[in-house]
C-alpha cells in the first residue's frame, strides 16, 4: 500500500495495537512502525525478556503474584518508551495485551500524551484452533483474556475483527481507518 501523507498521524503520537496472543499484534505493529516515518515499535514481550533472572510468565493454571507485577511494569515500561519516542517526534507504536484494567493503567502510565488505540479481535474458537495447532499449553487457559478483551476494555479508537484476514488485509484495514483509532489528541 503506497503511503499517503494525509493519513498519517501527526508525527510524535502513540498507536496502541492490543488482542489475544497470536493474534497479530507484533507483525501489525512492526508494519505499522514501517510504515509511520519515523517510526519505533515497542515490543512489550522484548521489554519483559531484559527481566534476565527471576523473569515471570503465566502459567496454565493463571498468573502468579509476581508475574501480575512484571507484566504491569512491562506496561509502564513500554509507555514510558512510547512517550520518549513520541516526544522525540518519533511514532511509537506499542503492541501488548492491553485489556481490562491494564488498559486504564496504560492511559494512566501515558500521563496525557496523545494515543491511537486498535484492538485485533478474531473468534475465540478459532484461535483456539490455531493454539493447538502450535502445541501451545494455554489453548484452553485464555478464555479469561477474551472475556477482559470483549467485556472490560472500553469501546474505544479501532476494534477489527481478523477472523479469516491475512496480515496484508490487516495491515491495510488498519491503514484505511487510521482516524477511527484516534483516542486522544
Do not use: C
Not at 3 to 23: E, K, M, N, Q, Y
Amino acid at each position: 500500500m503506497a503511503i499517503d501523507a494525509a493519513t498519517l498521524p501527526v508525527p510524535g503520537t502513540i498507536t496502541v495495537v492490543a488482542g489475544l496472543p497470536g493474534v497479530g499484534k507484533s507483525t501489525l505493529s512492526k508494519r505499522l512502525a514501517g510504515y509511520f516515518s519515523p517510526g519505533a515499535h515497542v515490543e512489550a514481550d522484548r521489554l519483559q525478556e531484559l527481566i534476565v533472572t527471576g523473569r515471570a510468565y503465566g502459567a496454565p493454571t493463571g498468573l502468579s503474584t509476581e508475574a501480575i507485577d512484571q507484566l504491569r511494569l512491562r506496561l509502564r515500561q513500554a509507555a514510558l518508551l512510547a512517550t520518549s519516542f513520541a516526544d522525540a517526534g518519533v511514532h511509537a507504536v506499542v503492541d501488548d495485551i492491553v485489556a481490562g484494567a491494564r488498559y486504564d493503567e496504560f492511559v494512566s502510565d501515558l500521563n496525557g500524551h496523545p494515543f491511537s488505540f486498535v484492538m485485533l479481535l478474531r473468534d475465540l474458537d478459532v484461535m483456539k484452533e490455531e493454539w493447538r495447532a502450535i502445541g501451545s499449553p494455554f489453548a484452553d487457559s485464555w478464555d479469561w483474556i477474551d472475556r477482559d478483551i470483549r467485556e472490560r476494555t472500553p469501546r474505544v479508537g479501532l476494534w477489527i475483527d481478523t477472523t479469516g484476514k491475512d496480515a496484508d488485509q490487516v495491515f491495510d484495514e488498519v491503514v484505511a481507518r487510521l482516524d477511527e483509532a484516534v483516542v486522544s489528541r
